[in-house]
């Protein structure tokens, strides 16, 4: 009787390290780097709506419409670079997130073969999550509209 207890204990020592082990790896691989994700887009965000401010006072000070027309196509310029920027940063920081995963998978004794199994997002013009782009492209589309009521107002 006593030699049963010992496997069922041994066997629910065996399996609460390896919850354990999912729990980390869970935290390490998927919780944090989404922490980082949400802390550079608000980062970003704040950076476009303070470059939305200078553009929107900017237009503001102008009188005529041929100032009003250049800023406003300044202002859609910068709204896409912004755009361009933001989608490069984010494929960049998912590219330095892949390859970390794929280090740690190694420097955890996997072997390589395994450990090749994990995709690494391309550092320039990668595919973002659909709800991440969709997100970008709406921002996008904002500050285009954004410049188009100022210039509306500035004319």
Same mark, same amino acid.
């Given at each position: 009787?006593?030699?049963?207890?010992? =496997? #069922?204990?041994? *066997?629910? *020592?065996?399996?609460?390290?390896?919850? #354990?082990?999912?729990?980390?790896?869970?935290?390490? %691989? *998927?919780?944090?780097?989404?922490?980082?994700?949400?802390?550079?887009?608000?980062?970003? =965000? =704040?950076?476009?709506?303070?470059?939305?401010?200078?553009?929107?006072? &900017?237009?503001?000070?102008?009188?005529?419409?041929?100032?009003?027309?250049?800023?406003?196509?300044?202002?859609?310029?910068?709204?896409? &670079?912004?755009?361009?920027?933001?989608? %490069?940063? @984010?494929?960049?920081?998912?590219?330095?997130?892949? #390859? %970390?995963?794929?280090?740690?998978?190694?420097?955890?004794?996997?072997?390589? =073969?395994?450990?090749? @199994? #994990?995709?690494?997002?391309?550092?320039?013009?990668?595919?973002?999550?659909?709800?991440?782009?969709?997100?970008?492209?709406?921002?996008?589309?904002? %500050?285009?509209?954004?410049?188009?009521?100022?210039?509306?107002?500035?004319?």
């Amino acid at each position: 009787m006593l030699d049963k207890a010992d =496997a #069922i204990f041994k *066997l629910a *020592l065996a399996f609460a390290a390896v919850a #354990i082990g999912g729990a980390v790896a869970y935290y390490y %691989a *998927l919780f944090l780097p989404q922490q980082s994700q949400r802390a550079a887009d608000r980062e970003l =965000a =704040a950076e476009t709506a303070k470059h939305q401010n200078e553009v929107r006072e &900017s237009l503001e000070k102008s009188k005529t419409a041929k100032e009003a027309k250049e800023k406003y196509d300044l202002c859609v310029s910068f709204a896409y &670079s912004d755009y361009n920027s933001r989608w %490069a940063k @984010t494929c960049t920081r998912l590219n330095k997130s892949d #390859i %970390a995963r794929r280090d740690q998978c190694l420097n955890n004794g996997y072997n390589e =073969a395994y450990c090749s @199994t #994990i995709s690494i997002t391309p550092a320039k013009e990668c595919s973002l999550p659909n709800e991440l782009a969709d997100d970008y492209d709406k921002s996008h589309e904002d %500050a285009k509209k954004l410049c188009l009521e100022e210039f509306k107002a500035a004319t």
